[in-house]
């Protein structure tokens, strides 16, 4: 089955804002999403991501600090799906627990 990579891409100083119980919350969304798509078969790995200050970028063999882009959404974190097709990944997309500034970026994984 085709797998999909689901990037979380927010808004770190919005996320940061937020109260504990607000935090709380969508992180138990996430759980619960997470149970959901293990029980089905369809989730293959998720992971949140530590906070962009300690992001590393290699290029060319030099390595510099930070996020590469210069934008106020970074990366928060990821899930890799197993879907029947783009429709189905976009509908697992449109689940992913609402947070500052999400906007999920659903990907197609090459079959090497």
Do not use: Q
Not at 56 to 68: A, L, M
Not at 88 to 110: C, F, H, M, T
């Amino acid at each position: 089955m085709p797998k999909y990579l689901l990037l979380l891409h927010g808004d770190e100083n919005g996320e940061l804002a937020l109260t504990d119980e607000e935090r709380r919350a969508i992180v138990e969304g996430h759980r619960v999403l997470i149970g959901e798509l293990a029980a089905a078969g369809a989730l293959v790995a998720s992971e949140a991501l530590t906070e962009s200050a300690r992001a590393r970028v290699v290029r060319n063999g030099s390595v510099t600090d930070g996020p590469f882009a210069e934008t106020k959404e970074i990366v928060g974190g990821f899930y890799v799906v197993e879907c029947a097709s783009d429709d189905e990944a976009l509908a697992v997309a449109k689940r992913i627990p609402a947070s500052p500034g999400l906007a999920v970026e659903v990907r197609p994984v090459a079959e090497l």
